[in-house]
């Protein structure tokens, strides 16, 4: 992990033609992954779909499905339904291919039953897809849940220190099933400007009003904007990002912009695109 790679992330409910552009830009310049969230507002699904229409070899992942929320029978049927069910399919049409996917789920909601909701929803998607599954864990048991049966961890408002910390749990849970450590990626929330800035910080304060979030941020010690880039050029977001070198495998650049522009979104894609890229 000397040099993470880096992917980029935006919300699935902006524009199709945001979503288009970003993920042709991102894989022109060299991102490893694009990535979209999922919500009642916006499907990470239809719109990764979007994304494959405009590119040929950069993953492709969603982060993450709540599974709260949607059943895995509905989400391996969503996915096998845009994929034509086989990977030869390619990426004709608004396919979504399975060979780029990283299909992220998460709990969706606290309380006891979190972690047997994704337990058994990881086990009912890998018998139904043969797909990358990636699993979003805050703290520890989730961690630990995400090493014994994920292929990948989605880490998500968090600090490169807290995130080492976070990488061990997913160790040890690893260690005891007798696997392999899955990949370790995280979204670090970036924005340039200063309009950029103001809406990143009342998102870090509605996140901050969900419980599991609040009890994040208070095993961490520090407020939603201190895991977050906030710079007003492209050198100081560069500057920031390498705090993460080495930390995890991967570091998604979530993009925060003033209104989801194309213009908006492309300008952050290149201002945080890989060094290797310039």
């Known amino acids: 992990m000397a040099g993470s790679r880096r992917g980029f992330g935006i919300a699935a409910a902006v524009p199709a033609e945001v979503t288009r552009a970003a993920a042709a830009e991102a894989e022109s310049l060299g991102y490893d992954s694009f990535w979209v969230n999922d919500t009642p507002q916006g499907d990470g699904l239809a719109a990764l779909a979007e994304a494959a229409q405009v590119t040929e070899t950069i993953a492709l992942g969603v982060g993450v499905i709540a599974l709260s929320r949607r059943s895995p029978s509905s989400i391996a049927a969503q996915v096998l339904g845009q994929s034509g069910a086989a990977d030869d ?12 996917l990283l299909l992220g789920v998460g709990s969706g909601a606290g309380g006891p039953g979190a972690l047997a909701r994704v337990r058994d929803g990881v086990q009912a998607l890998r018998e139904a897809l043969d797909a990358t599954i990636y699993i979003s864990a805050l703290g520890p048991k989730m961690c630990h849940l995400a090493g014994e049966v994920a292929d990948g961890v989605l880490f998500n408002w968090l600090t ?30 970036v924005a340039l400007g200063d309009d950029a800035a103001r809406r990143l910080t009342e998102e870090g304060s509605r996140y901050a009003r969900i419980p599991a979030y609040a009890d994040h941020f208070r095993r961490m010690g520090v407020a939603p904007v201190d895991t977050c880039i906030a710079a007003s050029s492209a050198e100081a977001i560069q500057e920031a990002l390498a705090a993460w070198d080495g930390v995890l495998d991967e570091v998604v650049v979530r993009a925060i912009t003033p209104h989801d522009t194309v213009e908006e979104t492309l300008a952050l894609v290149r201002a945080a695109a890989p060094l290797r890229a310039r």
Request: overall charge positive; proline content about 7%; hydrophobic content about 40%.
């Open 89 to 100: 399919v390619g990426d004709a049409g608004t396919s979504l291919p399975l060979h780029r």
């Open 160 to 189: 490169p220190e807290y995130a080492r910390r976070s990488v061990e749990w997913v160790q040890a849970g690893a260690a005891k099933a007798g696997r392999q450590t899955p990949a370790l990626a995280a979204y670090v929330r």
